[in-house]
Structures are given as structure tokens and as C-alpha cells.
């Protein structure tokens, strides 16, 4: 019996590891495909940086509606409006059409779910939300606000944003704050202002008079601090930095530059009222912050954060209770504190909930997990990430074992957090961003690579200088933004040689990357006092 067990183990061994191997690749090749964009996304991206459309696609389908409506009415033409490559020519056509029962059509596909895929939705949602605008659909307006947190979540969220705060109506939904739509409203302010760092074209400001929408937003303000009108208001200080950058970027039509003129000219008039409302904000904040939950608590964090504001107090007594909804932007917040206690609590906290030696001891990953490997209340993360603003030699210990998680996701974090100041552990701390920048992770690699550079490394420095000297414009724009993401000051001067080439997309995102790295310096010094 003995024998026939083990011929018949001999015998299906291979076949197990066999498929095991295919089950490996085949998983590869699935990771491989969610990470790759979408046809429809490929098409979007072309038509958005070509600005070439077919216009000859939207008028067949628009001579093919017509005929469906004539024969079998609105129901027969929604039956036709599928999502795809042809979605795009198919909502157009409807608003060139432009009649009640095609911006009834264009309505209800704002609440199919048309894609599991999170950025051909937003494609998608962007251009229901266009043609919308392009109809002058009012009433569409509230289900637009109430459809477009998912949107607006999405890495496109600032265009989405944008295609709704151009209606003509929008400004009205500011005046009443205090309503689910006019919450809304704000949090879409606030996404496209922060979009003009990231994109957003300068003409929308002319297009959706600003400075007018933000007027209303001032004239309609709580008498207390609200902290959506706080992240507004900081937000749009630094477009005010930029707004010459921006301006740059307009076309030679005069009429265009007049009315840009004039919606600025209406925002720099609240400038000096908008400081002064965001210096008596944190303590208005702070008083509030421990008396809020749910969605209302995480605005109030979120503008904490912005505004780098001394919290220790207030959030230490709330961050470690065991049902804590926002621990995250808590912990988020708590990195801006002066307060060393603040360190150790964090340390000691992420020791106690998560078992770090083990997992350093695992072997390192590549790829990251499908689900958190650390449960998301437990905001480890967000601890590596905050430990950057505690220095000393037990948070060194403290990020170098966390640099041995076998998580690239975990990995990046902790080394994200090195490089920010002179080590005071030096061998173990350049040892570890050596082996790190041999992780199987080239996010882990690239994140060495730069707390290296952070700390003056020639190597990575240089690698950073060619990146900034490629041929491919796009790729010298994206090194722009890591250098600017990743502090790396010392870059500084190369980056000011980019301000006087020829493409104006590599000027635009050099500009912010000067301003990004200025902004924080400003802020470190202001926060190290």
C-alpha cells in the first residue's frame, strides 16, 4: 500500500508544481493587466493631448439616432448608448442634438455603473458631465453634485470637478453651505483649485468666471471657521502664487487675457481677508475637532493639515481609542507636532499592533498585497510616513526595521521617511537605503534613490540630473514632480534651467515644482520655530 502512495505521489508531483508555475504566471500576467490603461483611457489621453476629435464618428451617430427616435423614441436610442470607444461619439452627439429626451438620456447614464475599471468611469463620468455643460442643463446640476463624489476621488478628479463648477449655475449651490448639495459644491471648489497645480487649463477660470464663484463662497462663509471654506481659502492663496504662470499659458486672444485679468483682480482683492480668517481658524478648528465624527471630524483633519497646525492636545486623547474612524488623518496631522511625546506614542502605538520583527523576517515582496496587509485602522502607513518629523535614534531604529517588511507598500513608507535630516544611526541608516535600493520594488527603489539624494549622494543626485536632461519632454516633467515630491532641495538649480526651454509643459510643471520646493521650505521654517 506504502509503494502504491508513493508512485502516486511521484507521479502527480510534477503536475502540482507545474501548475503551480502556471497559476504564478498567470497571476503575473493579471497584475500586469490591471496596472495597464484601458482602450477607452489610451483613446481619452490622445484626443486630450492631441485635441484632435471625429467629428465625422459624432454626426453618423447622430443621423443614427435621429432615425431611432423617430421610430422607436427614447428608450430605443438609450438601448444603443453602450460603454466603449464608441461612448465618447455617442454622448456627444446627444448633446449636439440637444433636446429634452437626450439630456434625459445623458442623465441616467450618470448613475450606471459603465466600467469596474475606477479611470474609464471618470473618462466616462467627464464626458456626461461635458456634454451636460454643453447643453446648459441646469436641473442637471444637484444629480451632478450628488454623483460626483466617485469622480472626483478618481486620479482625474480635477477635471471631473472642473466640468462641474463651469456650469453657469454652480455659484448658487455656495450660498447655502450648510446643505448636503452645497457641501458638495465646496468640495468641488476646493478639488479644481487644487487642480490648477495639476493641470487644469487656465482657460477654465475665464470660462467658469472664478473669481466670481469665489466671491459667493466669501460672501456666503459660517460666521465660525468651516473647515471647507479653510481648505478653500489656503488653496486658493496658492493659486494666487501661480496665477502669472497660468497666464503664460492662455492664447494670444486679448479678450481672453482681459477677462483673466478681471476674475484674478476679484480673487487678489479678498487676499488679505483670507489671511487673516485663516489665522483665527486653527483654534475655531481645534475646539470643534474632538466634538465632530464621520465625514464632518475628516474635513475639520484635513484642514488641521493643511494648515500644519499644533494638535497634540487635542488629538493624542482621540487617536488612541479603539473605535477611532479617522486614525489615519489623526496620525496625518499629529507629524506636524512639536511635541516629542507625540513620536513615542506613535512608535509605541505601531509596536503594539503590528508585529514588525516577524514581518521583517518574511521574505521581501515585489508586488504588493490585494488587501492591506495591516489591518487599515491600525494606519501603519500613515505612522512610517509621520515618523519624518520626529527626529532621533529610536525612530531611526524604528523605520530601518520597518524597511525589512516583506510589503513593498509598508517598505516604501518607511523608507519614504529617511533622508530628512542628517542620520544619527549613520551605518545602519545608509546601510539600509543600500539594500533598499536593491529591492525587488522599484517604487522601493526609487524612494531609496531619492532619500539618498535628499542627503546629498552624488549617485542619485546625478541620476536625477539626467532624468531632468531626457529627450522626452513627458519624462522630464514627471522627474520635475518627484523632485518636488520628494524635497529633494539640492535640485533646486536644475530646475531653474528647465524654466527657459521651449516646451511649455515642461516650463509649467517645472514652475510648480520651484514653487512646491519654496512653499515647504517656507513652511519648515515658520513650523521649526
Keep these: 500500500m506504502m509503494t502504491v502512495v508513493l508512485i502516486f505521489a511521484a507521479t502527480l508531483m510534477p503536475l502540482l508544481l507545474y501548475a503551480v508555475f502556471l497559476l504564478g504566471r498567470c497571476w503575473q500576467r493579471w497584475r500586469f493587466a490591471q496596472e495597464q490603461l484601458s482602450d477607452v483611457s489610451r483613446q481619452h489621453l490622445e484626443i486630450f493631448q492631441t485635441g484632435e476629435f471625429n467629428e465625422a464618428a459624432v454626426e453618423t ?21 453602450r460603454p466603449g470607444l464608441h461612448f465618447i461619439y455617442q ?11 437626450a439630456g434625459r438620456i445623458l442623465e441616467r447614464q450618470l448613475q450606471r455603473k459603465l466600467s469596474d475599471d475606477r479611470i474609464e468611469r471618470a473618462w466616462y463620468w467627464i464626458d456626461l458631465a461635458s456634454s451636460l455643460r454643453f447643453l446648459n442643463r441646469h436641473e442637471s446640476l444637484p444629480l451632478l453634485l450628488r454623483c460626483s463624489e466617485d469622480a472626483c476621488e478618481s486620479p482625474l478628479g480635477h477635471y471631473c470637478a472642473a466640468e462641474t463648477v463651469a456650469f453657469l449655475g454652480f455659484a448658487g449651490f455656495l450660498r447655502d453651505a ?66 502669472p504662470h497660468l497666464k503664460a499659458l492662455l492664447g494670444e486672444e486679448m479678450a481672453e487675457h482681459e477677462t483673466f485679468d478681471w ?50 492636545a487635542e488629538l493624542l486623547p482621540l487617536v488612541g481609542q479603539a473605535k477611532c474612524e479617522n486614525r489615519g488623518l489623526m496620525i496625518d496631522v499629529l507629524r506636524w507636532s512639536r511635541d516629542p511625546q507625540v513620536g513615542f506614542w506613535l512608535r509605541e502605538y505601531a509596536r503594539d499592533h503590528v508585529a514588525m520583527e516577524k514581518r521583517a523576517r ?31 535614534e529610536e525612530t531611526e531604529r524604528f523605520l530601518v526595521l520597518a524597511c525589512g517588511d516583506w510589503d513593498p507598500l509598508v517598505r516604501c513608507a518607511a523608507v519614504s521617511s529617511l533622508g530628512w535630516w542628517e542620520p544619527l544611526l549613520t551605518e545602519e541608516v545608509h546601510a539600509c537605503l543600500a539594500k533598499c535600493r536593491r529591492d525587488p520594488s522599484p517604487e522601493v527603489r526609487q524612494t531609496a534613490r531619492a532619500a539618498l539624494a535628499r542627503l546629498g549622494e552624488r549617485g542619485c543626485l546625478h541620476w536625477f540630473r539626467q532624468a531632468l536632461l531626457a529627450d522626452d519632454p513627458r519624462q522630464i516633467a514627471d522627474a520635475a514632480d518627484l523632485i ?12 531653474d534651467r528647465l524654466l527657459d526651454v521651449d516646451n511649455p509643459d515642461v516650463v509649467l510643471r517645472a514652475r510648480e515644482a520651484v514653487e512646491q520646493l519654496s512653499e515647504e521650505m517656507e513652511q519648515s521654517r515658520s513650523w521649526s520655530y
Excluded at 375 to 389: D, F, H, K, S, T
Design 91 to 101: 454622448v456627444r452627439a446627444l448633446a449636439e442634438i440637444g433636446t429634452d429626451a
Design 362 to 392: 518574511s521574505r521581501p515582496s515585489a508586488y504588493p498585497p490585494r488587501r492591506s496587509s495591516v489591518p487599515v485602522e491600525v494606519a501603519y502607513r500613515n505612522i512610517l510616513q509621520g515618523m519624518r518629523g520626529f527626529a532621533c
Design 484 to 495: 518636488a515630491t520628494e524635497g529633494l532641495t539640492l535640485l533646486w538649480p536644475d530646475l
Design 263 to 312: 476674475q484674478l483682480s476679484r480673487i487678489g482683492a479678498l487676499e488679505g481677508a483670507f489671511r487673516e480668517y485663516l489665522k483665527e481658524a486653527p483654534a475655531h478648528l481645534l475646539a470643534r475637532v474632538g466634538l465632530a465624527n464621520g465625514v464632518v471630524q475628516a474635513d475639520i483633519l484635513r484642514a488641521l493639515c493643511d494648515l500644519r497646525v499644533e494638535a497634540a
Design 178 to 243: 450648510d446643505t448636503p448639495l452645497g457641501r458638495s459644491a465646496l468640495r468641488l471648489l476646493h478639488r479644481v483649485m487644487e487642480g490648477l497645480r495639476y493641470g487644469v487649463s487656465p482657460q477654465f477660470i475665464v470660462e467658469a468666471r472664478l473669481g466670481e464663484i469665489v466671491e459667493t463662497m466669501w460672501d456666503h462663509r459660517p460666521e465660525d471657521a468651516a473647515p471647507l471654506h479653510v481648505r478653500i481659502m489656503h488653496e486658493t492663496l496658492r493659486f494666487l502664487r501661480r496665477a
Design 61 to 81: 451617430v447622430k443621423r443614427r439616432f435621429r432615425i431611432l427616435f423617430e421610430r422607436g423614441g427614447e428608450r430605443a436610442v438609450e438601448a444603443n448608448v
